[in-house]
């Protein structure tokens, strides 16, 4: 089993920057890939941007300039640096571990951003 905890999620106005974090532990698979989720209000939960453990990338296109996703593997940890965030950027922000198809998810954290 893998357990992953988010945090830093919060309230910032348009424009703003936060940065999250999610700790992963228990049974990690050096190969996997991590990344960040979200879930707007009547929304489908969608892809936001995710990193392997190469350290390749893919961003969401709503979110290209504006977000970057890292990794630390050496202490199981991925953040997500959001800057210029948008109203529209509201979501609940969910990490998630897929080691070889399947995926792992953390509690949520959520993100509001007032116009």
């Known amino acids: 089993q893998v357990q992953l905890v988010e945090s830093g999620g919060g309230l910032v106005q348009a424009g703003g920057s936060l940065r999250l974090s999610c700790a992963a532990s228990?049974?990690?698979?050096?190969?996997?890939?991590m990344g960040w989720y979200r879930q707007g209000p009547g929304k489908q939960r969608e892809l936001v941007a995710d990193?392997?453990?190469?350290?390749?990338?893919n961003y969401a296109d709503s979110v290209k300039g504006r977000f970057t996703i890292s990794r630390d593997n050496a202490k199981n940890m991925v953040y997500l640096e959001m800057n210029s965030l948008k109203p529209e950027d509201t979501a609940v922000y969910y990490c998630?571990?897929?080691?070889?198809?399947?995926?792992?998810w953390g509690q949520g954290t959520q993100v509001t951003v007032s116009s």
């Open positions: 998630d571990m897929n080691i070889y198809g399947l995926h792992y």
């Open positions: 990193i392997n453990s190469g350290g390749s990338t």
């Open positions: 228990g049974k990690i698979v050096r190969l996997n890939v």
